[in-house]
T-cell receptor
């Protein structure tokens, strides 16, 4: 059955280390998104992509990077430039990203700094 | 500058009664609104949406009401069940920018 998978469920980062969060979808959606959730706050958009090999910065892109080499995959790298990376990271997808539409979410990855 | 506000961080409701979750927005360009439900350590799941051409949308126990003049929407859950205990987020988008803008969420607790 179709859905969005994220791995790992928990991830630990050391100082100065880059880490990559995986997101895969088999919904045949064109658009994919990465959000960050902090306690007591709504979701904030990091990056989004409406088509393969193209992506746009969201509201809080600094310290993050993404790639979209395949339609099904949208990995997020948290770089050492992100000074406060501890958060719950959510990946989502939607049909096209070019009209008001429902986004569907993966189970999330919790990133912790050692 | 919060464009979507959920002013109640938490709400406690007796099982079987009606739960009413509120959401206010400031951007008059928003024309599509969604409610999501989220359990701890899981991704949000879509509940119900409403377009600005409507003032009400109903799906089973869930009804969303939109008051455009007041820039206010609400989610009604009736009757409330223990499994409804979760954090509820409202989100909005506009015709000019399809990205979702999220409220901070309201934690709903259903008491037995």
């Amino acid at each position: 059955d179709g859905g969005i998978t994220q791995s790992p469920k928990y991830l630990f980062r050391k100082e100065g280390q880059n880490v990559t969060l995986s997101c895969e979808q088999n919904l045949n959606h064109d658009a994919m998104y990465w959000y960050r959730q902090d306690p007591g706050q709504g979701l904030r958009l990091i990056y989004y992509s409406q088509i393969v090999n193209d992506f746009q910065k969201g509201d809080i892109a600094e310290g993050y990077s993404v790639s979209r080499e395949k339609k099904e995959s949208f990995p997020l790298t948290v770089t050492s430039a992100q000074k406060n990376p501890t958060a719950f990271y959510l990946c989502a997808s939607s049909l096209s990203g070019s009209s008001p539409e429902t986004q569907y979410f993966g189970p999330g990855t919790r990133l912790l700094v050692l | 500058d919060q464009q979507v506000k959920q002013n109640s961080p938490s709400l406690s409701v007796q099982e079987g009664r009606i739960s009413i979750l509120n959401c206010d927005y400031t951007n008059s360009m928003f024309d599509y609104f969604l409610w999501y439900k989220k359990y701890p350590a899981e991704g949000p799941t879509f509940l119900i949406s409403i377009s600005s051409i409507k003032d009400k949308n109903e799906d089973g126990r869930f009804t969303v009401f939109l008051n455009k003049s007041a820039k206010h929407l609400s989610l009604h859950i009736v009757p409330s069940q223990p499994g409804d205990s979760a954090v509820y987020f409202c989100a909005a988008s506009s015709d000019s920018n399809y990205q979702l803008i999220w409220g901070a969420g309201t934690k709903l607790i259903i008491k037995p």
